[in-house]
């Protein structure tokens, strides 16, 4: 149970584009998903909170207009990394709240932008 | 700044022993803490979290906590080879905001 699906896991975009990556909870409803980024040998860094029906909320340095974060249902939060660079390549990875059962990853994405 | 240490190591235990893994954390308010494994190249995989002081134990793992010294410990008894991974403690403030120390690089050898 409490299993978090992301789609896709990596994706090569060209420097410009945008890239859209899904988080989806597959059999509990997850009102509040997190975002991380994990660049190479080092920890995650929490980027914003998904809020089901309500705009995210965005840690201190994070371009909200870079990271569009959109939670329109409770299974499903998206990120778009907007005109993507390649500064953005990193492991993005979504959490959803196990409601009291600690927190649940998603299998992660791995953006590489070229 | 609220911070998560971990020495980042790495740990290398034999196949067999008690690997004992470490994180401090400055927010002395914080309320919940969790251990995660990450396999390379894999996203965080939650081992246990702990609430209250004292100890937690699930199988061959144990958290310790003391809110006093503001310290979080892990126990791996009887470690396995598949239980080389990075381990990660994390440290929720703010209702799932996790906070992550650096991570610590465990190698269980045969």
């Known amino acids: 149970g409490a299993v978090v699906s992301q789609h896709p896991s990596w994706v090569i975009c060209k420097s410009g584009t945008s890239v859209k990556i899904e988080c989806r909870s597959l059999?509990?409803?997850?009102?509040?998903m997190f975002w991380y980024r994990q660049f190479p040998k080092q920890s995650l860094m929490l980027m914003a909170t998904?809020?089901?029906?309500?705009?995210?909320?965005?840690e201190q340095g994070v371009e909200k207009d870079k990271f569009l974060i959109n939670h329109a249902s409770l299974t499903l939060s998206t990120l778009t990394v907007t005109s993507a660079h390649p500064e953005d390549s990193s492991f993005y990875i979504c959490s959803a709240d196990r409601q009291g059962n600690g927190y649940t990853f998603g299998s992660g994405t791995r953006l590489t932008v070229v | 700044q609220k911070e998560v240490e971990q020495n980042s190591g790495p740990l290398s235990v034999p196949e067999g022993a008690i690997a004992s893994l470490n994180c401090t954390y400055s927010?002395?308010?914080?309320?919940?803490f969790f251990w995660y494994r990450q396999y390379s190249g894999k996203s965080p995989e939650l081992i246990m979290f702990i609430y209250s002081n004292g100890d937690k134990e699930d199988g061959r793992f144990t958290a310790q906590l003391n809110k006093a010294s503001q310290y979080v410990s892990l126990l791996i008894r009887d470690s396995q080879p598949s239980d080389s991974a990075t381990y990660l403690c994390a440290v929720d403030n703010q209702g799932g905001k996790l906070i992550f120390g650096q991570g610590t690089e465990l190698s269980v050898k045969p």
């Open positions: 927010d002395r308010g914080s309320q919940s």
């Open positions: 059999d509990f409803q997850a009102t509040t």
């Open positions: 998904s809020n089901e029906g309500s705009k995210a909320t965005y």
